[in-house]
Every structure is written in C-alpha cells, then in structure tokens.
C-alpha cells in the first residue's frame, strides 16, 4: 500500500523521456491544440482503456467513461463531453463501446443491492425488462449477459440519437453514431452494425422540428 502510487510517476518519466526521444517536438505538438475525429463513450472498466485497445495515440479520441457506458439524457457530464465533441471538436464519429463481462451490465440483471450504484444500473434493468423476452430464452448465463451488453450499446446508441445536440449536427452534417462491443476473449472490437446518421433512423416521437 505505502506509496504503491510512487510507480504511476515513475512509468510517466519513462512514457515522456521516451515520447521526446522519439519526437522532441511530441508534447509541443500536443500543446496547440485537439482535433480528434472521434468521441468514445466507453464503460469506466481498467481493462477497456479507449487509446490502447484502438492502437490510437494523445489527440485522436475524445472520451467519456461512466459504468457501463450509459447515455442518461439528464447527465450534464455525459452532454457536456458529447456537446463540446460534436459543436466544437466537430467529430465525425460517436462511438459507444460495450464489453463482454461488464460488471456493470452482469449487476443488473440479479435483484442485488448494490448501494448506491443502483440507481445507475436502473438504466440498465430498463433495458433489460424492454427485452426481457429475448433475454430470458436464452439458456446461458453468459450469453444472457453478453446479449445484454450488446443490447444495451444499442440503446445507447439511440439515446444519443434522441438529443437536441446529434439532432442539431444532423441538420447541418454528417455524423455517425456507432455501436461496438470488445471482448477479452480475443481482445477484438466487434462493430454491432447498428450505425445512425440520419433523423430518419430514430423513432418518429423523438424526433425534433429544428
Ligand atoms: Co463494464
């Protein structure tokens, strides 16, 4: 325990002396600024570190973790994050990334307590009672969870389609919404092909007249 942390800058003189020996100009280049091409709304889990898994470098994805990566349309942090990347980063992509074995995901389909963290798994029982069906007819645990994980990406994915703020960048550009699930198994990212860029591809009742 004691000074456990002291390694954490000990590995960052190492990760900088090694960024400047590859590049003296690395942290110059970082200093004028961002312009990523991607927002990434990923679950807060240490295992599923966006940059790392994506082999992308600093600047290339915007990114916002919570517990199971849930678009809550009452969340100020998550529209704040998602408000900045799309009108003033202009990313062209909103990437929600699940994954197989979310804790988050797996605590919300038994009757647990889990303090105060559930009310953030509500969301995800919501979910889950939408497609209860589905769910339940499936004889795996672990299938019923990893399907839970995927159709959990997809709502979000239609969450975000629901905002004032996608909707507004619809009106005058492109911008996809994507929904993808990695996995430890083979550490691959799977593209769940449920993609939206168009007002069209939402449920006419959350539609906006802008
Ligand atoms: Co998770």
């Given at each position: 325990m004691k000074e456990s942390y002291n390694r954490l800058f000990e590995g960052n003189k190492k990760w900088a002396a090694e960024k400047l020996s590859n590049d003296p100009n690395y942290f110059k280049g970082l200093s004028m600024g961002q312009s990523p091409e991607y927002l990434w709304i990923g679950?807060?889990?240490?295992?599923?570190?966006a940059n790392e898994i994506t082999g992308t470098k600093s600047g290339e994805i915007f990114v916002h973790r919570n517990i199971a990566n849930v678009v809550v349309h009452t969340d100020m942090n998550l529209l704040s994050v998602l408000y900045y990347a799309v009108?003033?980063?202009?990313?062209k992509h909103v990437i929600v990334c699940g994954h197989y074995g979310c804790g988050g995901v797996i605590a919300s389909m038994n009757n647990k307590d889990n303090g105060f963290v559930n009310n953030w798994l509500r969301n995800i029982k919501e979910v889950y009672e939408k497609h209860h069906e589905e769910l339940e007819a499936i004889p795996e645990i672990r299938d019923r969870e990893n399907r839970l994980v995927e159709l959990n990406v997809i709502e979000q994915v239609h969450n975000l389609a629901k905002t004032r703020i996608v909707q507004q960048a619809w009106k005058k550009r492109e911008l996809q919404v994507h929904g993808w699930v990695y996995g430890f198994d083979n550490g691959l990212i799977k593209d769940l092909n449920v993609m939206v860029d168009e007002i069209s591809d939402l449920e006419p009742i959350f539609r906006f007249d802008l």
């Open positions: 679950c807060s889990d240490s295992r599923v570190p009108e003033v980063l202009h990313v």
